[in-house]
């Protein structure tokens, strides 16, 4: 977990990084996702919540060998996958935004309507990526793929 510390304690900090070392430190420690890939957020997200891979393809929609090609970090998922396996492990809104600033993707965006209808469909919880998409279609909507 990243600190949540002060702007202005986070400069003071700043002021005393001089060394590789201690720069790396500070930013594994302060700044935001703390993650290289997608991948690995997955995993420890995964881990973290005792999500069984065989729940997260069922929930998910995507082909199994694409899932672990994107578990083993072989595959780069785009935006939708992401949006996809995150509501398939029952994720949030805001770890489904912090996964997708991971692997710098846009996140979901509350004025756009098919964002906002995911936002919504997910913070009623226990949404899977067939319902989603049943009423995502329903609306007129282009469907999770």
Do not use: W
Request: hydrophobic share 35%.
């Amino acid at each position: 977990m990243k600190s949540q510390e002060k702007t202005s304690r986070l400069e003071d900090a700043l002021t005393n990084v001089r060394t590789s070392q201690q720069r790396e430190q500070f930013l594994k420690q302060y700044t935001e996702d703390g993650y290289d890939r997608f991948a690995d957020y997955l995993n420890e997200y995964m881990a973290e919540h005792d999500i069984d891979l065989a729940e997260l393809l069922c929930r998910s929609n995507i082909s199994r060998n694409y899932v672990y090609n994107i578990i083993n970090g072989d595959r780069n998922p785009g935006r939708e996958k992401i949006i996809a396996l995150c509501i398939g492990a029952g994720m949030n809104c805001s770890e489904i935004n912090r996964a997708l600033k991971i692997a710098q993707e846009g996140i979901l965006y509350a004025k756009d309507e098919r964002d906002a209808r995911i936002m919504i469909a997910v913070n009623q919880g226990n949404a899977t990526v067939t319902e989603i998409n049943l009423m995502l279609e329903h609306e007129g909507l282009p469907i999770l793929k």
